[in-house]
């Protein structure tokens, strides 16, 4: 074996461990930003099993929390899909009336005033 041959199958070897752990580390990231902004429903859990909340408030707890995180996920899809139709003005596919029209029944639609 050539020092060539070497320094190309170290190389190669390099690419390939790279990818692969950038493939296996960027869902755990993703995963980490996301979760910096919701609550688990077993710590909260632990709330009620140090008697901190009855039984009843934690169903109550868990409600105002699920409805919390379905009301960022649409806002969320607000955001995206006016990026869209803002991006369709831009390029002038969309007059400044068929936007605005396009937007409020977007904003009807996820409940945004």
């Known amino acids: 074996m050539t020092f060539g041959l070497f320094l190309f199958s170290c190389f190669i070897s390099f690419i390939i461990i790279f990818a692969a752990v950038r493939l296996a580390i960027k869902p755990l990231i993703i995963?980490?930003?996301?979760?910096?902004?919701?609550i688990d429903k077993s710590e909260l859990y632990i709330l009620r099993d140090i008697s901190v909340l009855s039984n009843d408030?934690?169903?109550?707890?868990?409600?105002?929390?699920?409805?919390?995180?379905?009301?960022?996920?649409?806002?969320?899809s607000y955001l995206k899909y006016s990026r869209v139709l803002n991006e369709l003005k831009e390029s002038k596919y969309l007059t400044e009336e068929a936007f605005n029209e396009k937007m409020e029944k977007l904003a009807n639609h996820y409940n945004i005033k």
């Open 31 to 38: 995963a980490d930003e996301k979760d910096e902004n919701t």
């Open 57 to 76: 408030e934690l169903d109550e707890v868990i409600q105002i929390y699920y409805n919390k995180a379905s009301e960022y996920e649409g806002y969320e």
